[in-house]
T-cell receptor
Framework: GENVEQHPSTLSVQEGDSAVIKCTYSDSASNYFPWYKQELGKRPQLIIDIRSNVGEKKDQRIAVTLNKTAKHFSLHITETQPEDSAVYFCAARLSNTGNQFYFGTGTSLTVIP | NAGVMQNPRHLVRRRGQEARLRCSPMKGHSHVYWYRQLPEEGLKFMVYLQKENIIDESGMPKERFSAEFPKEGPSILRIQQVVRGDSAAYFC????????????FGSGTRLTVV
């Protein structure tokens, strides 16, 4: 299967600063990489995704970059706000297996007002 | 569109009892996935089903756990003879087909075994 590692496990930033979360994956057959945000006691919600044929994708204050050669991808949040505080999970999907995702262990982001 | 519906939201079972978790996918979605989230951990894949078929159950424990997605009605995750270690949040997700889609997750069932 796939092994996804995520760093850091916790991250605190001042409001307005940027936050970066990094993930690596092991299987070069992975071709789809979603990011989920999970607030305490709630469901994971998809916030952005990237496919393996793209190097970068942006949606307002959120961007994701993918380096296929190095097998790593990152989430960038700019101009952070207190409501960005949550746990963020990266995931990878193998193209040649079922449709399951392999999730990282999560990053707990705290934005300090 | 009501989204992915899971029930119950919270379930308390005594050790040795059975737990039944239900998941109704989004309208038009025929693929269902079950994930388990232990406290302070990430989501672990359990099983992937289509109507009347188990596509991949590689993440299911070998004993006590089973899943189905019948022709009519919700998908059911069944845990027999629950133990304390089964306490977790169980999330169901659905997708319209096997493609590059981010799942839509349900709100989860939080199982507590006492």
């Amino acid at each position: 299967g796939e092994n996804v590692e995520q760093h850091p496990s916790t991250l605190s930033v001042q409001e307005g600063d940027s936050a970066v979360i990094k993930c690596t994956y092991s299987d070069s057959a992975s071709n789809y990489f979603p990011w989920y945000k999970q607030e305490l006691g709630k469901r994971p919600q998809l916030i952005i995704d990237i496919r393996s044929n793209v190097g970068e994708k942006k949606d307002q204050r959120i961007a994701v970059t993918l380096n296929k050669t190095a097998k790593h991808f990152s989430l960038h949040i700019t101009e952070t706000q207190p409501e960005d505080s949550a746990v963020y999970f990266c995931a990878a999907r193998l193209s040649n297996t079922g449709n399951q995702f392999y999730f990282g262990t999560g990053t707990s982001l705290t934005v300090i007002p | 569109n009501a989204g992915v519906m899971q029930n119950p939201r919270h379930l308390v079972r005594r050790r040795g009892q059975e737990a039944r978790l239900r998941c109704s996918p989004m309208k038009g979605h025929s693929h269902v996935y079950w994930y388990r989230q232990l406290p302070e951990e990430g989501l672990k894949f359990m099983v992937y089903l289509q109507k009347e078929n188990i596509i991949d159950e590689s993440g299911m424990p070998k004993e006590r756990f089973s899943a189905e997605f019948p022709k009519e009605g919700p998908s059911i995750l069944r845990i027999q003879q629950v133990v304390r270690g089964d306490s977790a949040a169980y999330f169901c997700a659905s997708s319209p087909n096997r493609g590059d889609y981010g799942y839509t997750f349900g709100s989860g069932t939080r199982l507590t075994v006492v």
